[in-house]
C-alpha cells in the first residue's frame, strides 16, 4: 500500500524557514517522483516543487524559486522542502504527492499525481 506521510507545518513569522518532510512507503522510492502542492482557502491546488527519485531533476513554481529547495533522502524515503524567506502568500495546507513516471510538463500538475498524503498546515504570520 503507498503511503506517503507529510510532516513540518506550523506557524512561523514572515521571513523565517520550515522544513517539510514527505516520508514514503509501500513502493520502489527511487523510480518515482515526489512533488509538494499547496492549498490556500478557497483557491485551487497547485503546484509548489517537484523531484525525480531517478535522475535528481527538480522543478518550482515561479512563485517560490530562490526560496524554496526540494531535496530526496533516498535512503529514508523521504523528500524534503526547505522552505526560506517565507510569505503571508505560502500560507496554505501543503502535501505531497507521487507518481511513478514523471513528464516535466507535467511535474507541477496536481492531477497528473497518482497518490497523495495528508496535508500539513503551514501558517505565515506578518
Known amino acids: 500500500e503507498v503511503q506517503l506521510q507529510a510532516s513540518g507545518g506550523g506557524l512561523v513569522q514572515a521571513g523565517g524557514s520550515l522544513r517539510l518532510s514527505c516520508a514514503a512507503s509501500?513502493?520502489?522510492?527511487?523510480?518515482?517522483?515526489i512533488g509538494w502542492f499547496r492549498q490556500a482557502p478557497g483557491k485551487e491546488r497547485e503546484g509548489v516543487s517537484c523531484?525525480?527519485?531517478?535522475?535528481?531533476?527538480?522543478y518550482y513554481a515561479d512563485s517560490v524559486k530562490g526560496r524554496f529547495t526540494i531535496s530526496s533522502d533516498n535512503a529514508k524515503n523521504t523528500v524534503y522542502l526547505h522552505m526560506d524567506s517565507l510569505k503571508p502568500e505560502d500560507t496554505a495546507v501543503y502535501y505531497c504527492?507521487?507518481?511513478?513516471?514523471?513528464?516535466?510538463?507535467?511535474?507541477?500538475?496536481?492531477?497528473?499525481?497518482?497518490?497523495w498524503g495528508q496535508g500539513t498546515q503551514v501558517t505565515v504570520s506578518s
Open positions: 504527492a507521487t507518481r511513478f513516471h514523471l513528464y516535466p510538463e507535467y511535474a507541477l500538475v496536481p492531477s497528473e499525481y497518482d497518490y
Open positions: 509501500g513502493f520502489t522510492f527511487d523510480d518515482y517522483a
Open positions: 523531484i525525480s527519485n531517478r535522475d535528481g531533476s527538480t
